[in-house]
Structure formats: C-alpha cells, structure tokens
C-alpha cells in the first residue's frame, strides 16, 4: 500500500488541510493558528463552545465548521468531511502540540514512506502530560500492538494522512475511540502507520479530556471498545456521515 513518487520538486506547492478539534479554546487559538503553515488551510471545528472560540477562529482567518454533536472523535469527522486538500492533518487546538511541525509529517506520506504518520509526543517542561494520562496511553499502545501487530510508543492526535485513505476507513466513533478506530482500521486496510517524535507542550487551559482521572478514564473505556470489535467489523466501508 506505501506508494513510491518522485522526489523531484515534490514540495514546492504541497499543502494540506488541517482539523482543529475545539471545545472552549479561545485563550489557545491565536498562538495555534499563527503556527499553521503558510498556505495551508485551518478548519477549526467549534464542538459547543461557549467562549468565544468560533468568533475567535474565523477573526483570524480560519474556517469554522459547527458540529454539534459532542464528541471528540465527531469534531475531527466533521472537519475530515469538510476538508478538500489531497493531504489532511489533525492537531489538537489546546497549545500543547505546534502546527508548524506537519509539513515534516506530510513530506513522509507524499514521499511513500507511510501512509498514516503520527507526532510521538516528549513531554517538554512540567505538566505536559499527567502521569495517569501517560499510563492510559501506554496501556493502550500495548493492547493495539497485541490487536494489529502495529508498534506505536503514543495514540497522539497529531497526525497526517491521504484525505481519501481516511475516508476510504469508514470511521464511525464519534467519541474519544476515533484516533484508536483511524489505527486499528488503517492497519487492517493495509496501509503503513508510523511514528516520530514531537515535542509536547503543557496546554493552554484545562484539558476536557484527559486532564483528570475520570476524563482518562473515560478516553481509555472508549478506546478499549474499538479494540474489542473484530477484525471483520472493520472492514473498510464508504465515508461514515
């Protein structure tokens, strides 16, 4: 499934589209949005937010799309169906993580070394990553490991892909399973999933998902669940709505 291509003025015009999940991000979005690469696209997806966060984006030149429908993984499906580019990246809008690193991760993808290239996150500075969310986290790369024989250190949801290898999976979580469910379905279809390391910055605000015990807890229980399905079930399927 990796595919081979020219280096030949490969990245002279390469862009991408870029999902910005966001639940009450106003204070982080400026610092997030001026990090995005020049020419790429900013698709900010407003999941209930009562800060301002919508008005925020598009002041600075991005655009908003309105999901409401709570649920990580339906923010990120919202903005994957709304993107357009050939390339689609998706980076969390909270400041811990830098939108100027994915262009290195798309080069990988339009080269053919992956197919599905993931930011490892490495903590930088204290409280970058709770040590219960770091726990989470590494159980789950065992049990994927164990699921599909793919060797991940982190489920990071900084991460670039082929828009119609995406929507070629038939992703259909809609809550915290959805970055797990693009894993699992992806190496079930064949394609290659790879990983290099990011730094990973201490956010802005409080996190909504995995910030406390609970929220980790429920991230882990949603991530379990998509593990359980078998392999049959996830067989990709047209574009999930």
Not at 124 to 131: S, T
Not at 145 to 174: E, F, I, K, Q, S
Not at 217 to 230: E, G, I, N, T
Request: aromatic fraction near 4%; charge should be positive; hydrophobic fraction near 45%.
């Amino acid at each position: 499934m990796v595919r081979r291509v020219s280096t030949v003025t490969l990245f002279a015009d390469l862009t991408a589209d870029v999902v910005l999940p966001c639940l009450d991000e106003a204070a982080a979005l400026p610092w997030v949005l001026e990090h995005i690469p020049v020419g790429w696209r900013a698709i900010v997806v407003d999941n209930g937010s009562i800060d301002g966060s919508a008005d925020v984006a598009r002041s600075l030149g991005a655009t908003v799309v309105h999901e409401p429908r709570r649920g990580f993984g339906a923010a990120c499906h919202a903005g994957l169906l709304a993107a357009e580019a050939e390339y689609v990246c998706f980076c969390d809008c909270d400041g811990s993580l830098n939108p100027g690193l994915l262009p290195d991760l798309v080069r990988q993808v339009a080269l053919g070394r992956t197919d599905l290239m993931l930011g490892r996150r490495r903590p930088q500075g204290r409280g970058a990553w709770p040590a219960h969310a770091r726990a989470g986290n590494l159980a789950l790369s065992r049990m994927l490991r164990r699921r599909t024989g793919v060797r991940l250190h982190d489920l990071g949801p900084l991460r670039a892909a082929r828009r119609a290898d995406l929507l070629a999976l038939g992703l259909t979580d809609r809550r915290s399973g959805y970055p797990l469910e693009m894993v699992v379905r992806a190496s079930d279809a064949g394609l290659t999933v790879t990983e290099t390391d990011v730094p990973y910055l201490p956010r802005t605000g409080k996190s909504k998902v995995t910030g406390t015990w609970l929220g980790t807890w429920h991230a882990v229980r949603d991530m379990r669940a998509v593990l359980s399905q078998p392999t049959a079930a996830l067989v990709p399927t047209e574009a999930a709505k």
